[in-house]
């Protein structure tokens, strides 16, 4: 098991290993985390790959006073705000922002913990029992109504609300110590 | 309802957050929430659940494997020389040394470069892959090739000094940075010329399309070399009928060949049908043609044509019937 530091010890000297941990460990949280700002998957996924690679070219005068997590969440925000002013449709796609977080400054908008929120959530489902699994992956991954869920696998649609429920249960004993120190931070977020 | 929610209070407080409840049932929903702390607690959990599970989408179809794979080539590591500008002094002999790619734009030259009578087979490479077939090929100077179905490339052997190939089809290509010699890719009617990037050629009897992942590329109709596109990553050139054209979006399923994934989110059935048609190589006809503005939001890894069918088709209500080399979608279309 690698630690924090040795991480970081290996990132600023330059080893290929620490790059490959730190990037299959943190690529997905990133990545999802860009997205809330620049709404398109492919754009975050390649800035987070950008920000990897200059990671790379300025080892030397790397300076990582917080966790390399944290640092690497605001080098990402950065990067989105730089793209996001530098972006050619730049008054409608600002305009789009604004409207969706309902006027509230996008740079000052933490979308952090939420974006850790999902990826716990995201861990947690693949410990879910298979049907209940199956099932809450087709209505929340997939999109399909409870009707379709019913229909496609050959059950009522009474067993699909019971199950969605189970999932959720699970997921809030699963989540529990994180859920509380999380809501007061939400509070404060739009609901989109 | 009671302190503690049992199974059935928590699908009442699902559908209040859909909003599908009666505006009565909404007052008892949230007369039970305010009637305790630990009810106001519980309703905030499950709200942030369900909230949050609405990225669940986009965590499942992040693949870091496959994005670090492409990633560290791009990043020289346990290379000792630190300028780019000594690239062209070193022999290029494996796959696993990489220079870095950079964003360099190559400034379209257009002299010298051979067509496709100056090919014989004494001389030159040809490689195809085909029907329902991929192949990737590994060119000699590191850069390679992955083409697509029905797709062929043609180059010479002393390829490492003049990096042309002509292509008939479709393909993905990763170019090794060679500022000496630049690479070009040349089809029936345009040349794609490009210093170090991965982009995506297609082309067929109608138009050729050229779709940059990354890097910069210049993309110019062999017959009128001054008219040409500068791309970025992410855009896509067309050249069709003569004419050149260049669109800013992509449609993420146009490289979805590559990576097995058909994406689609609020889409026309149209666009749907068009991506399906152009992944599985099938016709597909619609009876109705109001079934059309039907919109489908679905994610699909390692697509199968019949297992596609079926959801789509409970969805939106439809029915595929095959009748010879086609199938065939009826239905009564969407509200």
């Known amino acids: 098991m690698i630690t924090e530091t040795q991480l970081v010890e290996g990132i600023k000297s330059g080893d290929e290993k620490a790059y490959e941990t730190a990037f299959k460990l943190y690529y997905g949280v990133l990545s999802v985390f860009a997205k809330k700002y620049v709404y398109d998957i492919e754009v975050a996924k390649e800035i987070v790959q950008d920000l990897f690679v200059r990671l790379f070219e300025n080892r030397n005068s790397l300076?990582?006073?917080?966790?390399?997590?944290?640092?690497?969440?605001?080098?990402?925000?950065?990067?989105?705000l730089t793209y996001i002013t530098q972006n050619q449709n730049r008054e409608k796609h600002l305009q789009q922002i604004l409207i969706l977080n309902q006027g509230e400054a996008v740079d000052k908008i933490d979308y952090v913990e939420q974006t850790e929120l999902e990826e716990k959530i995201f861990n947690s489902i693949s410990k879910l029992p298979e049907q209940c699994q199956r099932i809450f992956r087709m209505n929340r991954i997939e999109g399909k109504r409870n009707k379709e869920i019913a229909e496609e696998l050959n059950i009522s649609i009474r067993t699909v609300e019971t199950q969605i429920s189970k999932a959720l249960k699970i997921l809030r004993e699963n989540l529990e110590n994180y859920l509380l120190i999380v809501i007061l931070l939400y509070l404060k977020m739009m609901f989109l | 309802m009671q302190e503690n929610p049992n199974h059935i209070e928590q699908e009442l407080v699902i559908r209040y957050l859909l909003k599908e409840l009666s505006l009565k049932e909404n007052l008892i929903v949230e007369k039970w929430i305010h009637s305790s702390v630990e009810n106001k607690k519980t309703f905030e959990e499950i709200q942030e659940i369900w909230q949050a599970s609405s990225a669940l989408k986009d965590f499942e179809n992040i693949n870091a494997d496959l994005d670090w794979k492409k990633?560290?080539?791009?990043?020289?590591?346990?290379?000792?020389?630190?300028?780019?500008?000594?690239?062209?002094?070193?022999e290029i002999s494996l796959w696993g040394y990489f220079y870095k790619i950079a964003a360099v734009l190559v400034v379209a030259i257009g002299l010298g470069w051979l067509g496709y009578q100056q090919f014989n087979s004494n001389s030159s490479i040809v490689e195809v892959a085909g029907l329902g077939e991929e192949k990737e090929v590994?060119?000699?100077?590191?850069?390679?090739?992955?083409?697509?179905?029905?797709?062929?490339?043609?180059?010479y052997k002393n390829f490492k000094d003049n990096r042309i190939i002509e292509l008939e089809g479709e393909a993905f290509f990763q170019v090794v940075k060679n500022t000496k010699s630049p690479f070009r890719v040349k089809t029936k009617n345009t040349i794609t010329e490009v210093l170090g990037t991965s982009f995506n050629v297609n082309e067929n009897e109608e138009q050729t399309k050229v779709t940059l992942v990354t890097g910069k590329v210049a993309f110019y109709s062999s017959s009128n070399k001054d008219e040409k596109i500068l791309l970025e990553k992410g855009e896509q050139a067309v050249f069709t009928k003569g004419k050149l054209l260049k669109?800013?979006?992509?449609?993420?399923?146009e490289l979805a060949w590559k990576e097995n994934v058909l994406e689609f989110k609020d889409a026309e059935l149209s666009e749907v049908i068009?991506?399906?048609e152009n992944y599985f190589k099938v016709e597909i006809e619609v009876k109705n043609p109001e079934l059309l503005n039907c919109k489908y939001t679905g994610t699909f890894k390692d697509p199968e044509l019949d297992k596609i069918f079926t959801?789509?088709?409970?969805?939106?209500e439809a029915t595929i019937e095959k009748k010879g080399e086609k199938f065939l979608l009826s239905g009564e279309g969407c509200r």
Do not use: H, M, W
């Open chain 2, 311 to 316: 959801i789509v088709g409970t969805t939106l």
């Open chain 2, 71 to 90: 990633l560290k080539v791009k990043i020289p590591f346990g290379e000792k020389i630190e300028a780019s500008d000594k690239v062209s002094s070193r």
């Open chain 2, 138 to 155: 590994k060119l000699p100077d590191g850069s390679s090739v992955l083409l697509n179905s029905n797709s062929q490339i043609a180059y």
């Open chain 2, 247 to 253: 669109q800013q979006k992509v449609n993420i399923n």
């Open chain 2, 274 to 276: 068009n991506d399906l």
């Open chain 1, 63 to 80: 300076e990582i006073n917080t966790s390399l997590k944290a640092y690497l969440f605001q080098s990402v925000k950065n990067r989105c």
